[in-house]
Nanobody, 128 residues
């Protein structure tokens, strides 16, 4: 059983940056592909980005590509979502998730149903 805890959310202005952290416990962190998802107000949860087991591969959703960066530190059981040039439409509850994929393939790594463990989420609000 893996427990995930996010931190770093808050209220920022458009154009600002924010860094979210997700710390894992209870499992072998390097065995999991780690994804970030977000749920905007009144909408379904959507894929943001994902990082492979060792961190050598990443993939991002179109709306965040070029602005968001995911990294991980397996020694610290932590995955980071660095968000730059934030926009009001980035306002959402952000969650990290862990999955035991055999391969790092699209679209499988984007599917929220394929992730086994989820954090409780952290709120990001971007004002205009």
């Amino acid at each position: 059983q893996v427990q995930l805890v996010e931190s770093g959310g808050g209220l920022v202005q458009a154009g600002d940056s924010l860094r979210l952290s997700c710390t894992a416990s209870g499992g072998t962190f390097r065995n999991y592909v780690m994804g970030w998802f977000r749920q905007p107000p009144g909408k379904e949860r959507e894929f943001v980005g994902v990082i492979s087991w060792g961190g050598s591969n990443t993939y991002y959703a179109g709306p965040v590509k070029g602005r968001f960066t995911i990294s991980r530190d397996n020694a610290k059981n932590t995955v980071i979502l660095q968000m730059n040039s934030l926009k009001p439409e980035d306002t959402a509850a952000y969650s990290c998730a862990a999955a035991t994929f055999r391969t790092f393939e699209i679209p499988t790594i984007m599917a929220r149903s394929r992730y086994t463990y989820w954090g409780q989420g952290t709120q990001v609000t971007v004002s205009s």
